[in-house]
């Protein structure tokens, strides 16, 4: 009797068993059994720029910034910081700038020498040997222009010198030498520092044209991957990332371009790099992330963009280096994730940067990570519950069994020699 209410009650217990794991499957953390399930993305899961609408971004692929500024007021605080202002000059207006110094100075002092020649009535006293001249052979403009430019830039051909007799001669020609020498020595600095920035360095720093979103760790992870073209790599490398969205606020205030930091591993050090082959870099969606809720459907819809900025130290010159590109969110494939491209050849460790864009598909899941946590919150609740239901039910049935069993004499005495604290432990464990 007591074996088969006891089998009755397992029987019972599996068809409970059966129904809960049902509901698990059947339902998911939104309450809506129709769209519980997780699927798995298929191969249509490609998405295409074609189908949307061309919008602009932010930070072009190339790193540069879409922003125009106009309407300055003040615009002479530029001039306060004259070199910056010169250094970040197109090369055609910083050569068409020096280029205007020169023909400006030359100009300048050539009128300022016939204009001392006119006054001092040289220009009538051509060929007088009598008399005596500011500066010889300077009879008109031209010859005063000549003058000019062959003292400013020290050529000295001999036929035009000024004398000795003229002071304001003298004073004029150290005056000359020295702006000359000014605006050598700043041509020169600024196309130095032009020519060595580091902003072309960042042109050997390369970044991945699509981010990829996967498992890893049996998290949900958004990923790209970065690589060095040079042997001479950077010092001190870090990464770090920003999404740019709109979003309006709770009293109505409409926020155009908000910025958002994405965790690439700060809190572990993970944004640290020892860039010397490529790598992926990795930003765990979790409670933190402004992704949390966000799953292959709704990517669809969504308008973002993401910022990547990669700095660090330039071995050779020892300057600051930054490189950016930015991904939206067509840039974004689901459920893929990249193909190694380092392998192990003579002893060394060779990059086939052939293979640095490539991807490959793997599944999962359509579902946001706030979806499957809640998922597995529910699973693991159930399996507890379950658990502690199947421990009380086999601790009465056994329990019951044992009542039976000691209704017997010879039984009765093994339980009183000692069994019975072994049997019992048995059937608590």
């Known amino acids: 009797m007591g074996e088969r209410n006891c089998r009755d009650r397992i029987i019972d217990s599996a068809n409970v068993t059966s129904q809960l794991l049902n509901l698990i499957v059947s339902v998911t953390p939104s309450e809506k059994p129709q769209n519980r399930r997780c699927k798995l993305i298929d191969d249509d899961r490609q998405f295409s720029s074609a189908n949307k609408q061309q919008r602009q971004r932010y930070v072009t692929k190339m790193g540069k910034c879409q922003v125009n500024l106009g309407r300055i007021q003040e615009k002479k605080r530029f001039?306060?910081?004259?070199?910056?202002?010169?250094?970040?000059?197109?090369?055609?207006?910083?050569?068409?700038?020096?280029?205007?110094?020169?023909?400006?100075t030359w100009v300048v002092f050539g009128i300022i020498y016939f204009f001392d020649a006119w006054i001092r009535d040289d220009v009538s006293h051509i060929g007088d040997p009598e008399w005596k001249p500011c500066?010889?052979?300077?009879?008109?403009?031209?010859?005063?222009?000549?003058?000019?430019?062959?003292?400013?830039?020290?050529?000295?051909?001999?036929?035009?010198?000024?004398?000795?007799?003229?002071?304001?001669?003298?004073?004029l020609l150290m005056a000359q030498s020295i702006v000359g020498s000014m605006i050598d020595a700043l041509m020169v600095g600024c196309m130095f520092v032009k020519i060595s920035r580091p902003k072309k360095r960042a042109q050997t720093l390369i970044f991945s044209k699509k981010c990829?979103?996967?498992?890893?760790?049996?998290?949900?992870?958004?990923?790209?991957?970065?690589?060095?073209?040079?042997?001479?790599?950077?010092?001190?490398?870090?990464?770090?990332?920003?999404?740019?969205?709109?979003?309006?606020?709770?009293e109505g205030e409409f926020i155009p371009l908000e910025q958002s930091e994405l965790n690439l591993g700060y809190d572990t050090g993970e944004d640290r790099l020892f860039l010397v082959e490529p790598q992926i870099i990795c930003h765990v969606i979790n409670d933190h992330s402004p992704f949390w809720e966000m799953t292959a459907e709704s990517l669809k819809r969504e308008q973002f963009?993401?910022?990547?900025?990669?700095?660090?130290?330039?071995?050779?010159?020892?300057?600051?280096?930054?490189?950016?590109?930015?991904?939206?969110?067509?840039?974004?494939?689901?459920?893929?994730?990249?193909?190694?491209?380092?392998?192990?050849?003579?002893?060394?460790?060779?990059?086939?940067?052939?293979?640095?864009?490539?991807?490959?598909?793997?599944?999962?899941?359509?579902?946001?990570?706030?979806?499957?946590?809640?998922?597995?919150?529910?699973?693991?609740?159930?399996?507890?519950?379950?658990?502690?239901?199947?421990?009380?039910?086999?601790?009465?049935?056994?329990?019951?069994?044992?009542?039976?069993v000691l209704q017997d004499e010879g039984t009765r005495e093994m339980w009183n020699k000692g069994l019975g604290h072994t049997a019992r432990r048995l059937i608590s464990h």
Request: proline share 1%.
């Open 305 to 404: 963009e993401i910022i990547v900025i990669l700095e660090g130290i330039v071995e050779a010159t020892g300057m600051t280096c930054q490189a950016r590109t930015s991904y939206i969110e067509d840039e974004i494939l689901w459920g893929y994730r990249f193909e190694p491209c380092m392998t192990l050849e003579k002893g060394a460790f060779r990059v086939d940067y052939s293979r640095f864009e490539k991807t490959f598909e793997v599944q999962t899941p359509a579902a946001s990570a706030k979806e499957m946590y809640e998922l597995k919150e529910m699973e693991r609740q159930d399996q507890s519950t379950l658990s502690l239901y199947w421990d009380h039910l086999v601790h009465s049935c056994f329990s019951a069994e044992l009542n039976d």
């Open 135 to 171: 500066i010889e052979n300077v009879d008109n403009f031209i010859s005063a222009l000549l003058f000019s430019v062959e003292s400013q830039r020290t050529i000295g051909y001999g036929s035009r010198i000024v004398t000795a007799d003229c002071t304001e001669g003298v004073i």
């Open 212 to 250: 990829v979103v996967s498992h890893r760790d049996e998290k949900l992870c958004l990923m790209f991957r970065i690589g060095d073209l040079r042997d001479s790599h950077m010092v001190d490398a870090k990464i770090r990332a920003k999404l740019i969205k709109s979003r309006q606020t709770k």
């Open 79 to 104: 001039l306060s910081d004259i070199f910056t202002t010169i250094v970040d000059l197109k090369y055609r207006w910083f050569l068409f700038v020096f280029m205007m110094c020169y023909i400006i």
